[in-house]
T-cell receptor, first 113, second 111 residues
Framework: DAGVTQSPTHLIKTRGQQVTLRCSPK?????VSWYQQALGQGPQFIFQ???????QRGNFPDRFSGHQFPNYSSELNVNALLLGDSALYLC????????????FGPGTRLTVL | QKEVEQNSGPLSVPEGAIASLNCTYS??????FFWYRQYSGKSPELIMF????GDKEDGRFTAQLNKASQYVSLLIRDSQPSDSATYLC???????????FGGGTRLMVKP
């Protein structure tokens, strides 16, 4: 039973560039949530995708956008990167919407120089 | 006031002791509560969840929820050095699946 997978593992970008991170949910899961975790802090919710639509969004600017594909995999795009975007980006998958258990992937470490 | 608060620690306990980790939340409408363990450099791993007032036990772990006091805790019995990690408390307010996390408590179990 494959767990949540994310790619790439690490990424280094410069300010102003754009980045795309990818996530494949756990087998049988249909919902993908994205979180940002800065060093020494808890994860912060970015947004969630279900049935290829953004269902919920946290307090993140429009520079952060996403997509969900028919096979439930998802992408997180960040435009006009800032130094403060350096963080661990976590994808969590779950089944359904209400009070579902979320399981995290290994994360993508983004460094913005 | 943060929505979910945890003491950052470190909480240091000797091997074999009970570790008690605490979390308070501000939204009285919160419906479900989760504990994640995060080893350094790794992603969070779900270890416990609780929906109803009272205790829920799973092996060496016990989650306790008191909605009236807006308080949730995690007890780890017979602590082992391998339990040394950061423990994240997360809350779901019931509107969709969004989790709100505390900052985590770093636990150190000394042999």
């Amino acid at each position: 039973d494959a767990g949540v997978t994310q790619s790439p593992t690490h990424l280094i970008k410069t300010r102003g560039q754009q980045v795309t991170l990818r996530c494949s949910p756990k087998s049988g899961h249909d919902t993908v949530s994205w979180y940002q975790q800065a060093l020494g802090q808890g994860p912060q919710f970015i947004f969630q995708y279900y049935e290829e639509e953004e269902r919920q969004r946290g307090n993140f600017p429009d520079r952060f956008s996403g997509h969900q594909f028919p096979n439930y995999s998802s992408e997180l795009n960040v435009n006009a990167l800032l130094l403060g975007d350096s963080a661990l980006y976590l994808c969590a998958s779950s089944f359904g919407q209400a009070l579902a258990l979320q399981y995290f992937g290994p994360g993508t470490r983004l460094t913005v120089l | 006031q943060k929505e979910v608060e945890q003491n950052s620690g470190p909480l240091s306990v000797p091997e074999g002791a009970i570790a008690s980790l605490n979390c308070t939340y501000s939204d009285r409408g919160s419906q479900s509560f989760f504990w994640y363990r995060q080893y350094s450099g790794k992603s969070p791993e779900l270890i416990m969840f609780i929906y109803s007032n009272g205790d829920k036990e799973d092996g060496r772990f016990t989650a306790q929820l008191n909605k009236a006091s807006q308080y949730v805790s995690l007890l780890i019995r017979d602590s082992q050095p391998s339990d040394s990690a950061t423990y994240l408390c997360a809350v779901n307010k019931g509107a969709g699946n969004m989790l709100t996390f505390g900052g985590g408590t770093r636990l150190m179990v000394k042999p």
